[in-house]
Each structure stands twice: as structure tokens, then as C-alpha cells.
């Protein structure tokens, strides 16, 4: 039984260095997408707008560099999403941003005339997501984006059906919530690969917090906890996800 005792204790502290260690590799460096996700999850705007005028210098107008451009477009994402309603101006700005990034990507594939590649399937999406919240800042032209947001969604979805980032922002659209469909999200992005030049690693930590929520509301606490739990795994400084948990263990 002692025996058991430690190894819990000898896995548990070797978990805890794992995420510490995750958590200075992304504040410190580590690939641009690492950093962007950390900035996000810890809510370091400071950061996010140093990455977004890193990476604006480094675009070059005659240049198809869609690494670039897709990272600058996630930054934008990202800043919105933190600025909110409180800074309405700037996420707009933000979020046109990304739109504006993303276009060169898709309408540079479009001109190939060949079956869009992995990384024009991940600008479709990235820029679904932003067309989405920018409805929010455009209340005339909300209904035109918010139908193309899907239209974009849709098509990455034929192209990639088992796209974890697309499921779970069509899961995350329908109304009301499918636990179910974010459920599959969930154990897709379970599977899916870490972040490479190809395939972005954004979105674990947010779907299983979208999927903890869920299942709260439907009054399984249990459920709610293990993904909230499993967030703070894959982001151990998500400080939604800490929030989130906080109240859940609330007696």
C-alpha cells in the first residue's frame, strides 16, 4: 500500500514539473503558436500586442508567407477575444485584422486551382472564427457574416471531416449547445498532434472547458470537473479554466 502511496506521489510531482516546465517554455520562446496560446491563456495582452507588432513588421506585401500571416491572424484572434466588449474599437480592429490576413491565404490557393492543402482547411477555420466574432461588432452585417462564418466552416469541414478545431466552433455556433457534438470536438482534439508548421495546436484547452460547462449546466458535476481538469492539463495557466474549476468546487 506504501508502495502505491509513492508511486501516486512520484507521478503526480513529475506531472506538476511537466506543466511547470510547458509553462516557461512557452513564456520564455518556443514556436510562435506556443507563445500566442500562452499569452492568451494567462491573459498577458502586454504580450499578445508585442507579438502582433513582431509579427506585422515581418509581413512583407509581395510575400505568400502563410505561416506569417496565420500567425499574425491568431494574435488578432486572441486580442479581441481578451479586449471584449470592454475595448470594443480595438477588437473590431482586431478582428478585421485577422479577416484581412486570412484572405491573401485563401484566395492564393483559389488561384492554384488544385484541392486546398492542410494549412488553407486551418485559415478557413481560423477565419470563420473571426467572421464570427466580428458580427458582434457589426450589427448591420452581422446576419452576412455570421452565415459565412459557417459557409467557411462547412466547406474546411467536407475538406477535413474530422477537423477538431472546425467541429468544435460548429459545436460551439448551434444553438442551443450539443454536449454531444462537443464531446466528439473533445475527443478528436484528444488525438490530434501537437503544433506543427502544418497543424496548429489551438483549441484543446477551450473545447474541454466549452465541454465541462456544458455538462454543469446539464447538472453532471462530475463529468464537468474531469474535462475542466483535463483543460488545466493541456494548459496548466488557463486562467479560464482555473476560474471555471473554482467554481465548480464551490460547496
Not at 506569417?68 to 491568431?74: F, G, I, N, T
Not at 486551382?113 to 452581422?142: G, N, T, W
Not at 449547445?177 to 470536438?185: D, G
Not at 453532471?220 to 495557466?237: F, H, S, V
Request: proline letters at 4%; aromatic letters at 6%.
Amino acid at each position: 500500500m506504501l508502495k502505491n502511496q509513492n508511486s501516486k506521489i512520484f507521478v503526480a510531482l513529475y506531472l506538476l514539473t511537466v506543466m511547470a516546465l510547458q509553462g516557461a517554455i512557452a513564456q520564455q520562446g518556443g514556436d510562435t503558436q506556443a507563445q500566442i496560446l500562452y499569452a492568451y491563456q494567462t491573459e498577458d495582452v502586454h504580450r499578445l500586442r508585442e507579438l502582433q507588432r513582431n509579427l506585422s513588421a515581418q509581413i512583407k506585401p509581395e510575400v505568400h508567407d502563410n505561416n506569417l500571416r496565420y500567425d499574425l491572424a491568431h494574435t488578432e484572434y486572441r486580442l479581441a477575444q481578451l479586449s471584449g466588449r470592454g475595448r470594443a474599437h480595438d477588437s473590431l480592429l482586431a478582428l478585421e485584422n485577422c479577416s484581412e490576413q486570412l484572405t491573401p491565404l485563401l484566395i492564393h490557393a483559389q488561384k492554384l486551382d488544385v484541392r486546398p492543402d492542410i494549412k488553407a482547411v486551418e485559415a478557413m477555420i481560423l477565419k470563420s472564427a473571426c467572421d464570427a466574432e466580428l458580427a458582434a461588432y457589426k450589427p448591420v452585417q452581422a446576419a452576412r457574416l455570421r452565415r459565412h462564418a459557417l459557409d467557411l466552416l462547412s466547406d474546411a469541414l467536407k475538406l477535413a471531416p474530422e477537423n477538431p478545431r472546425a467541429i468544435y466552433l460548429k459545436a460551439a455556433a448551434e444553438r442551443p449547445l450539443s454536449a454531444q457534438a462537443l464531446l466528439k470536438s473533445a475527443e478528436l482534439f484528444e488525438k490530434s498532434p501537437a503544433t506543427s508548421d502544418d497543424v496548429p495546436g489551438w483549441g484543446h484547452a477551450e473545447a474541454y472547458v466549452s465541454l465541462g460547462l456544458q455538462l454543469a449546466s446539464l447538472g453532471d458535476t462530475l463529468g464537468a470537473r474531469n474535462w475542466i481538469e483535463k483543460a488545466l492539463i493541456a494548459a496548466p495557466d488557463f486562467k479560464a479554466a482555473q476560474r471555471q474549476l473554482t467554481i465548480l468546487l464551490k460547496p
